[in-house]
């Protein structure tokens, strides 16, 4: 399976985004930006935006390596800035708009979202087994429509 970018490319550009327009995010929120951008690139462009797998988390929809680069913020925002020339001109600008679609919505709307009934994220969740990966087939299915 492969992707466009890789999905540390698409994170610094998110975080490095949000600080720009005076709206950094947490780690949390990168998360939940990160699947949404995935889904709605996918939409859009039939195609995947980075290969890597989401994970079920308590936390919610998680990438276990930018998860754990950015936990030392813990509920914070990041407030860093990196270099973004790797990524076309047009995806900046689908990214930019799906990150502004979704950064009206409250911390806790945004957490909600892909942890609710019938998501991909409830399908695979179990408390007991702590983290399961949501595979892409199910993304796809779920969220895709």
Do not use: M, R
């Given at each position: 399976m492969k992707?466009?970018?890789i999905v540390e490319q698409i994170a610094?550009?998110?975080?490095?985004?949000?600080?720009?327009?005076?709206?950094?995010i947490s780690n949390l929120e990168l998360q939940i930006y990160l699947y949404y951008l995935w889904i709605e690139y996918y939409k859009e462009f039939g195609e995947y935006l980075f290969?890597?797998?989401?994970?079920?988390?308590?936390q919610g929809v998680v990438i276990p390596?930018?998860?754990?680069?950015?936990?030392?913020?813990?509920?914070?925002?990041?407030?860093?800035?990196?270099?973004?020339?790797?990524?076309?001109?047009?995806?900046?600008?689908?990214?930019?708009?799906?990150?502004?679609?979704?950064n009206k919505l409250s911390?806790?709307?945004?957490?909600?979202?892909?942890?609710r009934d019938g998501s991909a994220w409830e399908k695979v969740f179990y408390p007991q087994e702590k983290k399961q990966i949501i595979?892409?087939?199910?993304?796809?299915?779920?969220?895709?429509r």
């Open positions: 992707g466009k970018y610094k550009f998110v975080i490095t985004y949000s600080y720009n327009e005076n709206k950094p290969p890597d797998n989401f994970w079920a988390w308590w390596n930018i998860y754990y680069q950015f936990c030392i913020y813990g509920s914070n925002p990041i407030l860093k800035c990196f270099d973004i020339n790797e990524i076309d001109e047009d995806d900046k600008w689908f990214i930019k708009s799906i990150i502004k679609k979704y911390l806790y709307e945004l957490f909600k979202l892909p942890c595979p892409f087939i199910l993304i796809k299915e779920k969220e895709c």
